[in-house]
């Protein structure tokens, strides 16, 4: 892939728990390097809003792909 192309693979998938908490496991890839992590969001937590709108909305008990954020991010 060279520089000036966007990589749109998805990042990595989302769950809602039924009770709302968002749980994401994503993935970032470098040359040599791998990184995972999860994150948990209650639908408390101030990121939770952002990030379900990032996701085009989630239902409890659905799995979705996360889209990679717009470079502007």
């Keep these: 892939m060279s520089d000036l192309e966007v990589d749109d693979r998805p990042i990595g998938s989302a769950t809602m728990?039924?009770?709302?908490?968002?749980?994401?496991?994503?993935r970032a890839e470098a040359p040599g390097i791998v990184g995972i992590a999860r994150f948990v969001h209650e639908p408390s937590h101030e990121r939770y809003a952002a990030w379900l709108e990032h996701l085009g909305g989630l239902q409890p008990g659905?799995?979705?792909l996360v889209p990679p954020w717009p470079e502007s991010v």
Excluded: C, P, W, Y
């Design 17 to 26: 728990a039924e009770d709302g908490t968002l749980v994401l496991d994503l």
């Design 62 to 64: 659905e799995q979705k």
